[in-house]
């Protein structure tokens, strides 16, 4: 089963001024489409080949061509989904309610995740991930890895993802990262992020 690269679902500069048109593009169509094409040469003729990307990040995590790829291809999916212009621009209901009991507030939880986010040495992701039970933590890892996989000390199942790699902000924003995910925040769609917490907890 080859998997392919989406169309991104909104118009490139969507997102400007906090993410600009230029940035979406290469990243999108770029280094995106490297991943998907990459992901799809590493399993091809292996047994991982007819299972879903969940699976694949599970089973082949340990083969590094697979795991940089497989993590490449599924964090970004999920990243373009939870940028959807529009929605809330703070989460409600279930979700914020277990914000609120696990960080004390939102903005609590803001200074977290933008911490995750800072302090991630190199390439890699914050994390916010809902346990089953409907327990949500903040993490981080490193490079493409993602919280399904076993052994990286960030469990849980990934709602909300923000990608620290500078190919998704060197161009606006040059080393300030802080600027980068202070923007962030205002590109989070929290309809979309309540949803898989729900579906997830």
């Not at 990286?152 to 993802?161: D, N, Q, V």
Request: glycine share 10%; aromatic share 12%; hydrophobic share 40%.
């Amino acid at each position: 089963m080859a998997f392919t690269l989406a169309p991104l679902p909104y118009a490139f500069d969507a997102l400007e001024p906090h993410i600009d048109a230029r940035t979406m593009e290469i990243h999108h169509d770029k280094h995106h489409a490297a991943y998907t094409n990459n992901l799809n040469g590493a399993i091809a003729g292996t047994d991982l080949e007819n299972l879903t990307i969940e699976e694949i990040l599970v089973k082949g995590f340990d083969k590094m061509p697979v795991r940089n790829n497989g993590g490449g291809f599924y964090n970004h999916n999920l990243f373009w989904e939870i940028m959807t212009p529009g929605g809330s621009n703070v989460p409600t209901g279930a979700l914020a309610t277990a914000i609120d009991e696990a960080f004390g507030s939102f903005d609590k939880f803001k200074e977290e995740f933008a911490k995750a986010g800072a302090t991630r040495f190199g390439s890699g992701w914050a994390w916010l991930c809902v346990h089953k039970g409907g327990k949500v933590e903040v993490c981080s890892t490193a490079n493409q890895d993602v919280p399904l996989m076993p052994g990286i000390g960030c469990g849980g199942f990934p709602i909300l993802g923000m990608d620290v790699w500078e190919h998704a902000y060197y161009l606006h924003y040059q080393n300030r990262r802080p600027d980068y995910i202070t923007a962030f925040f205002n590109v989070i769609n929290w309809d979309i992020v309540g949803e898989k917490y729900n579906a997830n907890k």
